[in-house]
Each structure stands twice: as C-alpha cells, then as structure tokens.
C-alpha cells in the first residue's frame, strides 16, 4: 500500500514536500516515481528514482525546482517541490517501478498510491 500526503494549497512562487510511506515495503529493491494528472490531461512523469537512490531523472518542466529523494529505512519516497507554479496543479500519485532503475514509462510501474491534490494560486 502506498500512501501519499503533502499537498495542499500554495501561492506562486512557494513550496510544498510530498511523501509516500510505502507500508507493504513493496518497493525496496525497486525504482519509484511520482507522477502527476491535472483536469483534461494525461498523466505524465514528474521524476523518478532507482532502488538505492542514487540515480534520478525529471521532467523537464520541473528540472532545477523539484527534487525526489527517499528513505529506504523508513520506506518513504518524497517530492520536495520548490518555486511552484500555477500549472503545477495537479494530483500527485506516486508508484512503484517493476525493475531497480529511474524510469519514466507508466507501463513501467506496477503500484499506485491514491493520489493528493497540488493547487497552486496566481
């Protein structure tokens, strides 16, 4: 089971940080990633991260102002997101790969969290 939490609402310009406890354990020998949907699109990759941390990859929109991380000891991914902007909004859900590496095709992932709403205000 994956838990998201974090959003919220926030001005332009601010920041929020995201978490998603993975309870099951699920995803300790497996990439993760975060992915977000706002109304009327598609959902697309965010930004990911290979099983031990220490190969990342983004999205181009939010490269310089997102930064993915986890805490394998407490099975927790995270999202700090900093100079958020208003197309940022979205639901955030985060998932588990299938394999160990950064990868950005949903295909490529096999769980998913429930999702929590990002808004941000102009």
């Known amino acids: 089971q994956l838990q998201a939490s974090g959003g919220g609402l926030v001005q332009t310009g601010g920041s929020l940080r995201l978490s998603c406890v993975d309870s099951?354990?699920?995803?300790?020998?497996?990439?993760m990633g975060w992915f977000r949907q706002a109304p009327g699109k598609e959902r697309e990759i965010v930004a990911a991260?290979?099983?031990?941390?220490?190969?990342?990859t983004y999205a181009d929109s939010v490269k310089g102002r997102f930064t993915i991380s986890r805490d394998k000891s407490k099975n927790t991914l995270y999202l700090q997101m900093t100079s958020l902007k208003p197309e940022d909004t979205a639901v955030y859900y985060c998932?588990?790969?299938?394999?160990?590496?950064?990868?950005?095709?949903?295909?490529?992932?096999?769980?998913w969290g429930q999702g929590t709403q990002v808004t941000v205000s102009s």
């Open positions: 998932a588990v790969g299938r394999g160990s590496f950064a990868v950005t095709r949903i295909a490529s992932y096999s769980y």
């Open positions: 099951k354990r699920t995803s300790s020998n497996n990439g």
């Open positions: 991260i290979n099983w031990n941390g220490s190969t990342t």
